[in-house]
Each structure stands twice: as C-alpha cells, then as structure tokens.
C-alpha cells in the first residue's frame, strides 16, 4: 500500500495526498506534541512535516515505508524548531537534538525497543504499571491519580519514580518512552 501511495504522490495527485495527510496527520502530531509542549507549536510542526513530503515527493524512493518518510521528516522538523527556540536544553534534550539532526539513513529498529519497554512494564506490579500509564500516557496529574486510585499523591509519585528508575536500569531512555507512547495512543484509539 506505501508503494502505491508514494508512487501516486510522485505523480502528484492531490487526491493521494489527502488520503496520506488523513491516514498519518493524527500520529504525527502526537509524535510532535512530545517534543513541542504547546498546541500550536506542534501543529506548525505537523504541518511542516506534511509541507516536506509534498515538496520532495519526487526524490522519494517508492519501496520506502511512509512510516519512515513521515518520521525522518518529523525528526528533522522538531530539530529546526528546537534550534529557533535558542533555548538552553537539558542533557536529554541535547541527546534528543543530536539523534533528530542525523540524517543518514539509519535503519533503526523501533519494534524492538517498542517490545522491549512493553516486555519491562509487563515485569512490574499491575498497580504501579497502571498508576504509571495513566501518567506518562493518559498525562493524568499525580492528583488526579491519586484521586482516581484512592491514594496519597506522594505515594503516586513513589510509584511512578520506581517505575523509571526500574525502566533507567534497563536502559530505556525518556525519549524512547514516548515512541512507545505513541504506539499505545494509536493502538488504543483504533
């Protein structure tokens, strides 16, 4: 089906396009929405990214999944943006700036880190695996969460700390939180 896509979109069918925007805009987005922080400036964003693969849609290699168009483009878009920011970033953020500025062609294997967080949550206690997910993926505050599971917000905020510190030791980075993130938004929403 990404075959056919690109190979329409090279040829510069509109229709195509529409289809591509309809079927990747939501993902993008929520993608973006991680590293932008506010609204707008991830809908810029997401609508630069959509700007990029219509500009260079004759340069695009047919066998190439959408996926990694989309996300190669998204990664460059975020680091243009974090650049206009001129704002002093964090040693996470420069780990990010450094991976969304390589533009070779790197074959990374998402799925397996995707597996490997999954694999990570399923080792925890189904409580604190909950509290956890309704923080870092339903973004619930600590006191909603402790609302909503009968608790003490610093005890929310115990829980959700043992989970990272358990996901560090592991070697699972922030970022890759939010790739994992995102697939779990989309497979929820569907």
């Known amino acids: 089906m990404s075959t056919v896509l690109i190979t329409r979109l090279q040829n510069g069918d509109d229709a195509c396009f529409k289809e591509i925007y309809e079927l990747y805009h939501f993902k993008v987005f929520c993608f973006v929405k991680k590293y932008a922080g506010q609204q707008t400036d991830a809908e810029d964003i997401t609508q630069n990214v959509f700007i990029h693969l219509w500009k260079y849609r004759n340069k695009i290699e047919p066998s190439t999944e959408l996926d990694a168009i989309l996300f190669k483009s998204c990664k460059q878009e975020i680091s243009k943006w974090y650049k206009k920011q001129n704002r002093i970033f964090s040693i996470e953020d ?3 700036i ?3 500025d390589n533009k070779e062609e790197i074959e990374i294997d998402f799925s397996s880190k995707l597996e490997k967080i999954e694999h990570l949550l399923q080792q925890i206690p189904e409580k604190r695996r909950k509290i956890f997910t309704l923080h870092k993926f339903d973004e619930m505050s600590y006191k909603e969460i402790a609302e909503e599971m009968g608790m003490s917000q610093s ?21 890759e939180l939010y790739w994992f993130a995102l697939v779990f938004l989309n497979h929820y929403q569907n």
Do not use: D, F
């Open 94 to 96: 420069e780990q990010l």
């Open 98 to 100: 450094k991976e969304l």
């Open 155 to 175: 005890a929310v905020a115990n829980q959700i700390s043992k989970t990272l510190q358990y996901l560090k030791k592991h070697s699972v980075k922030s970022h």
